[in-house]
């Protein structure tokens, strides 16, 4: 088994690696294998859902979600005791600076991935490029209360997971390298979702990892 997943990442890193080579990006083909470590397995469903579920409200106040928007999502799903400690201080703050206002709604990048990742947004992640839509994002949530957004999940595999963290690993590593070297970034390329994307991904691949405290070192 552990020979088959060692082939499979050599795999899905060459895959990588040739898709950022064909958007011209740099590739460091030294980079570690995603999918080899023992730690990297799948999430429970329901975490992810409530992970997702917590995002989107957080992430809608500083988009211009309206107040009770907010305070409706939070009830009709539960979330109070979901949030993580970062997120409860960001809710009790009445007027957060403007970057970490800004930092939260990026944050419907990540929320983004983990609907794809419970298999509401059938199409796939696209190229990082366009930001989600947000308001797509919002009603996916919004339109199934209590327990239907979890009971009408249908999460991709794993190994699809493990896919898109590879690729978005790798690309991440490209974006601050070109910001090193100074060089353009294609136009395809939104370095603030490849950053979101990655967090996310870190967090569905490493369970033992708490949201607040993922790591996203390349």
Not at 38 to 52: F, L, Q, T
Not at 113 to 141: F, I, N, T
Not at 182 to 203: F, M, Q, T
Request: glycine share 6%.
């Amino acid at each position: 088994m552990a020979d088959q997943r060692t082939q499979d990442a050599i795999r899905r890193k060459a895959r990588s690696e040739s898709l950022l080579e064909a958007q011209g990006l740099p590739v460091n083909r030294a980079l570690p294998l995603i999918g080899v470590d023992d730690g990297e397995r799948p999430r429970k469903v329901e975490e992810i859902a409530y992970r997702a579920l917590c995002l989107l409200p957080i992430s809608g106040r500083g988009c211009g979600l309206e107040p009770e928007d907010e305070a409706w999502m939070i009830q009709n799903h539960g979330l109070t005791a979901h949030f993580t400690p970062a997120e409860q201080a960001y809710i009790k703050d009445s007027s957060p600076p403007d970057p970490i206002r800004v930092q939260f709604c990026w944050h419907f990048e990540s929320a983004w991935v983990l609907l794809w990742a419970l298999g509401y947004v059938e199409e796939g992640l696209s190229p990082p490029k366009e930001v989600c839509d947000v308001h797509r994002a919002y009603q996916m949530a919004a339109d199934r209360p209590g327990g239907d957004f979890l009971a009408e999940a249908k999460p991709v595999a794993f190994t699809e997971i493990l896919d898109q963290a590879d690729l978005a690993y790798r690309m991440h590593w490209a974006v601050r390298q070109s910001w090193i070297t100074g060089e353009d970034l294609p136009d395809d390329i939104n370095p603030s979702i490849v950053y979101e994307r990655n967090y996310a991904l870190n967090w569905l691949i490493e369970p033992d990892v708490a949201w607040d405290d993922v790591e996203t070192d390349t």
